[in-house]
């Protein structure tokens, strides 16, 4: 079975451009998370969905970053324009059954704005 | 104050140790809590999820206690194959949204031979 698919694996990117990031979830999984990973921060929760709908964006860290999910299969997390402290690994995960369940870890973007 | 608190470690053992790691929350109404294991430039991995009766899985156990807010993590006898960060999550659950997830910065294991 697929996992959850991310794309692009890499994005290297100048400060100031648009990035696109783009996760497609577990058919079926209702749930789908947005995270992002430094070295000094660790694993924050920057937003997730339910059934489409996003229920929690506090972990957005500013008017720069946007997500949609336009349907059940696929998401976007937009950052526009971005800067060198938006470089991170960016993690999709979707679960069935929320927060209580088990989250599946797409295996991430690598983003790095010069 | 973090929500969630762990030893980043390095613990560095031997092949066949113990090895025993603590988070602490800083939520009373927490209401789930989960261990996930995550190599070197991968993505995490649920490991096991922790429930108030504590629970076992193999060489894993994991342990809950409520009234001081951790959560532990023993492996016995470990594997070369076990060296991997271990992030400690907490859901906290707030009004009457689905809650919200905490991730801990990991303990950061070595297994050697």
């Known amino acids: 079975d697929a996992g959850v698919i991310q794309s692009p694996r890499h994005e290297v990117t100048e400060m100031g451009q648009e990035v696109t990031l783009r996760c497609k979830p577990i058919?079926?999984?209702?749930?789908l998370f947005w995270y992002r990973q430094t070295m000094m921060r660790g694993l924050e929760l920057l937003i997730y969905?339910?059934?489409?709908?996003?229920?929690?964006d506090s972990g957005m860290p500013e008017d720069r970053f946007s997500a949609k999910m336009p349907n059940a299969s696929f998401s976007t997390l937009k950052i526009q324009p971005s800067e060198p402290r938006d470089s991170a690994v960016y993690f999709c995960?979707?679960?069935?059954?929320?927060?209580?369940?088990?989250?599946?870890f797409g295996p991430g973007t690598r983003l790095t704005v010069l | 104050r973090k929500e969630v608190e762990q030893d980043p470690g390095p613990f560095n053992v031997p092949e066949g140790a113990t090895v025993a790691f603590n988070c602490t929350y800083s939520?009373?109404?927490?209401?789930?809590f989960f261990w996930y294991r995550q190599d070197c430039r991968k993505e995490p991995k649920l490991l096991m999820s922790?429930?108030?009766s504590g629970n076992e899985d193999g060489r894993f156990t994991a342990q809950l206690n409520r009234a001081s807010q951790y959560i532990s993590l023993l492996i016995r006898d470990s594997k070369l194959s076990d060296s991997a960060t271990y992030l400690c999550?907490?859901?906290?659950?707030?009004?009457?949204?689905?809650?919200?997830?905490?991730f801990g910065r990991g303990t950061q294991l070595t297994v050697w031979p």
């Open positions: 939520n009373s109404a927490s209401q789930s």
């Open positions: 969905f339910n059934n489409n709908v996003p229920i929690d």
């Open positions: 922790v429930y108030s």
């Open positions: 058919s079926g999984h209702d749930y």
């Open positions: 995960a979707s679960s069935h059954g929320g927060l209580s369940d088990t989250q599946y």
């Open positions: 999550v907490v859901n906290k659950e707030r009004g009457s949204t689905l809650g919200r997830l905490y």
